[in-house]
């Protein structure tokens, strides 16, 4: 079969005015970005269209490490919809280019299943993330200034500040480093490090955005640090909330590009669902809403992670609730968690899969926390075999949970018919909104403990000395009545990754607490969890080329 990158460079794109045309924007209101991509102006929000629209959230079980094919479902699914008659847009978050180049390769779906220009996309595409990067490191730089300062300083303890410079790329020698050596010139020396961009709070800010506006104000409410006498200081104090949202002015605007049908998506931002909320801007998601009957959008990794903060931030955030979830699961990853090797994963192997289907089964129960219909979209891969697919079905007639094969990736919208015939109709059953794990006014043990017990399954949540001290800080500064956002890993429904399957009697362990005044809320940190990663031995960059031409290869 194809690469990826093959099956994309074979198919010849429509200019992106004929993909606009197709959900009732006029061409000249884009701003283009060559042929195949172009932005799309805020001003075509509609709240009424929106509250008519069905949103469907596509989401998984606890993955592999090289990812259950959420992406590719959710472009499959949104290609399905169109080809049963419905009018449906994909809407996306964009890929960082550290995963790109490290373990995990693209973020624009695969096989049959795929946006194009796949190679813009997952490469610089227009921009946005170098946005993000820019005013986040313009930050850094106001307050680095600011230490030395002698008419203007604010008195900001380099001790206490927790902004951290960002970069789109695995960089682990990044992760702590000493800054301003070099003698007075050089500035203050302090410890100081970098987060990939993804893990930027400037990028949980876009993306829980309502308008520019909003933005600044998000951008001025940054939390910094402290100042020698123990008083808060934020962005706004710096004035940085002007100069960073003029790095962003293009950046908050969604992109438009298309499906390898033709069939438009939009794509924009795009947080990490382990450390941030994991999920596309509210501005892209209201954006396919005002222009489609149904939205397809993703929550990053397990729905542990993404599924609970796309509802408990983003869906509160934006008065928005789906009205159907799609559970991703694949059968290597459910022989993964019933205990077969990682390199195995290709062997055929029914028990396993029988031994497995616990995790897919807490994930059901997670979603049905939620209280919306729901459908399990098993993701077939080459080696998959009936017996094992059979299983997987015997286990969603017993959660009597609708179940479906999705096909996208070797077939693409003609794959997924069946899948979006059941979507359709789970959605159509909907008639209420989500229900929320836990109540913005609870205290935020209680947020911690609802989220560890309903979502994890934990017996218990145990917070570290250094926590309970950050906790009193958080209640002072009033930010109590903010949502969680968790730092867990992806690999568990634990916070220890070698627990597969569905753990049980496991604790929660929050180490510590960070603000994120300016996204708001608040992230109690469980078990380590790194902000800047780093390469595999064989990072995917180490098999990428280009030719003469300009023609890419090696990318997936």
Request: some cysteine; glycine content about 8%.
């Amino acid at each position: 079969m194809k690469s990826d990158i093959e099956i994309a460079q074979g198919v010849k794109p429509l200019h992106i005015k004929n993909i606009a045309e197709k959900i009732g924007i006029e061409s000249d209101e884009l701003e283009y970005y060559g042929n195949n991509k172009a932005k799309i102006p805020l001003s075509h929000i509609s709240e009424t269209k929106v509250d008519k629209s069905n949103l469907i959230l596509v989401t998984a079980i606890t993955p592999t490490p090289a990812g259950e094919g959420k992406t590719t479902v959710s472009i499959g699914l949104s290609d399905g919809l169109n080809k049963i008659g419905k009018k449906s847009v994909v809407v996306l978050r964009e890929p960082s280019l550290g995963p790109v180049f490290g373990i995990k390769g693209g973020a624009a779906g695969g096989g049959y299943s795929q946006v194009i220009p796949m190679e813009d996309i997952n490469l610089h595409f227009t921009g946005d993330f170098a946005a993000i990067e820019k005013a986040n490191n313009l930050l850094s730089a106001l307050i680095d200034n600011n230490f030395h300062s002698k008419s203007h300083s604010l008195q900001i303890d380099p001790r206490t500040v927790i902004w951290k410079r960002a970069i789109d790329m695995n960089d682990r020698s990044l992760r702590n480093i000493v800054a301003a050596l070099g003698g007075k010139t050089g500035g203050i020396p302090h410890e100081t490090g970098f987060n990939i961009t993804a893990a930027s709070e400037v990028m949980a800010i876009l993306c829980l955005s309502h308008d520019l506006n909003d933005l600044k104000e998000r951008l001025g409410n940054i939390y910094i640090g402290d100042t020698y006498d123990n008083k808060p200081v934020f962005a706004r104090d710096l004035n940085a909330e002007g100069s960073m949202a003029i790095l962003l002015k293009d950046a908050i605007k969604p992109n438009l590009v298309q499906t390898l049908e033709g069939n438009p998506a939009i794509l924009h931002g795009g947080p990490f669902a382990n450390i941030a909320q994991g999920t596309n801007s509210i501005i892209a998601t209201k954006m396919g809403m005002s222009h489609s009957d149904y939205v397809v959008t993703e929550a990053g990794f397990g729905a542990d992670l993404g599924a609970e903060k796309f509802f408990n931030i983003k869906c509160r955030e934006a008065e928005i609730s789906p009205k159907a979830v799609v559970l991703v699961a694949t059968i290597r990853a459910l022989k993964y968690h019933g205990g077969r090797p990682l390199k195995e994963l290709n062997v055929t192997d029914s028990e396993a899969v029988k031994r497995g289907v616990v995790n897919m089964e807490k994930h059901i129960d997670t979603i049905k926390s939620f209280g919306l219909p729901m459908v399990v979209a098993l993701n077939r891969f080459y080696a998959d075999s009936e017996e094992e697919i059979k299983a997987v079905e015997e286990s969603c007639k017993k959660q009597n949970v609708r179940f479906e094969v999705s096909d996208g990736f070797a077939k693409g919208g003609e794959g997924t018919m069946a899948l979006a015939e059941k979507v359709t109709q789970a959605a159509s059953e909907c008639k209420t909104t989500f229900t929320p794990t836990y109540e913005l006014n609870d205290d935020v043990m209680t947020k911690i403990q609802k989220i560890s017990s309903t979502i994890y399954g934990a017996k218990s949540v145990i917070f570290s000395n250094k926590a309970k001290k950050q906790l009193k800080h958080i209640r002072k500064m009033g930010y109590c009545d903010m949502p969680i956002c968790m730092a867990k890993t992806q690999k568990s429904l634990s916070d220890d990754e070698k627990l597969l399957g569905r753990p049980e009697n496991f604790d929660i362990n929050i180490r510590e607490f960070e603000i994120a005044a300016g996204a708001g809320f608040i992230i109690p940190i469980a078990g380590i969890i790194l902000r800047m990663p780093g390469l595999p031995e064989v990072p995917a960059a180490a098999k990428m080329d280009i030719d003469k031409d300009g023609n890419i290869k090696g990318l997936s």
